[in-house]
DNA sequence: ATCTTACAATGGACATTGTCTAAGTCAAGC
DNA sequence: GCTTGACTTAGACAATGTCCATTGTAAGAT
């Protein structure tokens, strides 16, 4: 985490306050904010941080590659700081959980040539969906 | 498609000349309209066809399992009338361009269980994305 | 053929998510 | 401590979608 706001000053980043609470709201395993809800949690320490600026920082670290940006449902586009293990997204049906997975074997090589109409296919997304056990009941 | 006509009837639609013509555009392989697409050939021939009831039959062809909503970027809603045989989507980066595929193998087999937090997984849904040979040039 | 009525269509207001801009502010180097 | 260009801000704007009150009509009943 500090190594992040270290990388970020060594690629010539201006330190502010703002981008130093949004790089810190972003830090954990299976976290997948929104753009508001990264916002709200900045407000708390930050209060005047406008939502452009948490917009323009999450662009930003996006394309450092420093956090990943993650579309699971058709709402908001969710914020990702593990953007150094390649992973997948498991996503309950009910409550919107969501959790990092890492599958075995490569959906690639399950993608025939005769299916690949003359496409030079760079990347896949996996999404698993389901019920999470907290919604599942006991 | 006529077939299609047929089912809504049997299942209680009143058939308005407004569904009827969103049911028509919808028809043909590797075919996934937005709702303001539909709306677009549908006026050509409905001209005083309106989007709420594009947005409302469209949404109703879902709920029967006549079509499918696909979102393969975070731009609008995609629809599908290929909803009987499952498959997923390889989709070009630069042009948007959507195929249907139809991966061997089936991703759910290549999640072990300790990653999958005790969610009942009930769906995959996998997309490919790279360039399409129309935008890659010669 | 006409009547009736519940269901459907319409236009427009509203909501959510995100982008853009003009003006003010400040981090960092001198 | 200045200076300056990068950064932040508030709010207007855009794209997509939902909701509602009103008007219209498909289809069964007479
Ligand atoms: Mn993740
Ligand atoms: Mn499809
Ligand atoms: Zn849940
Ligand atoms: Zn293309």
Partial sequence: MSDLLERLRGRGWRMTAQRRVVAEVLDGDHVHLTADEVHARAAE?????SRATVYNTLGELVSLGEILEVSTDRRAKRYDPNA???HHHLVCARCGAI???HPTGNPLSDLPDSER????ISDVEVTYRGVCPNCAGA
Avoid: K, M, S, Y
């Fill in 117 to 120: 109409f003359g496409f030079a």
């Fill in 99 to 101: 959790r990092d997975v």
């Fill in 84 to 86: 150094h293990r390649p």
């Fill in 45 to 49: 320490r930050l209060p005047e941080i």
